[in-house]
């Protein structure tokens, strides 16, 4: 059994034992290609499994919201509002037509507010994972793309089961379907892209969020509540004040239900108001990622 003397030099042992050092940093760099390569990913895998501590709670959600919206809303106020609504295009459809849209664009954004709200906050300041991520070789921007697209999913999850439950509600309790096949699906898209344009913006708070002092449950009570509110959910916008309109006008949740309209019950539209709706929800989620990867970048970097 040998011994060592004090000061006297260890040699390496092992399989790296004769690698110089450049060797060694080519070997590391090597490993740390794959994350950067695909660290979006990554984090959106996370996210994504990190969900199946309440996936209960998400397939309930996405299954139970629907049937007793619609089965209130059927059963309830559409047996009191027999007449038709005359919407802004001066379309005449059923109350359940024209609320089901609306419905299916509120169910994204109050998903997108649940998702980018808490969790963000909780990866920088209670379980602090994004640092741990930030200490790999994925970058911040990675990171915030990472959340985006993993809540995304149960976003996508949520609308795609509000539209089959709408499909399925209208083929069943209506003369007519309440969602149009062959432009129908194109509202889960739009509903996707409405909850960016809510929670992208809300995800750039979040990250800014140091200390939770009811911030969010402001957010919830003073911005998600008068949008649902005013926003022509339950009745056209021009049957407001105009003095309240201006609230629906810059609301993500009435530019998305505008398209819901046109896509799920053929609802006569211009292209170009089209074009608006989708250019302000696009502008909406552009700011709030370009945002929310700023501050990514400035928190993790302490």
């Known amino acids: 059994m040998s011994t060592l003397s004090v000061g006297e030099p260890v040699e390496p042992q092992g399989p790296g034992a004769d690698a110089s050092l450049d060797e060694l940093r080519r070997e590391a760099m090597e490993w740390g290609r794959k994350p950067r390569a695909n660290g979006t990913f990554y984090v959106a895998e996370h996210i994504v499994r990190a969900m199946r501590a309440y996936g209960w709670t998400i397939v309930v959600g996405a299954l139970g919201q629907p049937i007793l919206y619609l089965l209130g809303l059927a059963l309830g106020l559409a047996a009191l509002i027999t007449a038709p609504i005359t919407d802004a295009s001066g379309m005449s ?42 200490a790999s070789p994925i970058s911040p921007g990675q990171i915030t793309t990472g959340v985006l697209l993993g809540a995304s999913a149960r976003v996508l999850v949520a609308v795609a089961g509000y539209y089959l439950f709408i499909w399925l509600f209208g083929l069943a309790f209506t003369p007519s379907p309440l969602a149009t096949p062959e432009t129908g699906w194109i509202a889960i898209l739009v509903g996707v892209l409405g909850g960016w344009a809510f929670g992208a913006p809300l995800m750039a708070y979040a990250s800014s969020i140091e200390d939770d ?9 003073f911005i998600f509540m008068p949008m ?39 609802r006569p539209t211009e292209p170009f108001a089209v074009v608006v709706h989708v250019v302000y929800l696009v502008v909406l989620a552009v700011i709030g990622y370009v945002l929310a990867r700023r501050n990514f970048a400035r928190r993790l970097a302490k």
Not at 213 to 221: D, H, S, T
Not at 235 to 248: A, E, R
């Open 93 to 134: 459809v059923s109350y359940v037509a024209f609320v089901a849209p609306a419905l299916l664009m509120t169910a994204a954004i109050q998903v997108a507010t649940e998702e980018f709200s808490y969790p963000v906050m909780d990866g920088f300041k209670w379980r602090r994972f994004f640092f741990g991520f930030s």
């Open 213 to 221: 002092k009811g911030q969010f449950a402001l957010v919830q009570r």
């Open 228 to 266: 649902f509110l005013f926003s022509g959910t339950f009745y056209p916008l021009d049957s407001l004040p105009l003095w309240l309109q201006w609230i629906g006008w810059i609301s993500p949740l009435w530019h998305a239900t505008e398209l819901g309209r046109t896509f799920m019950y053929g």
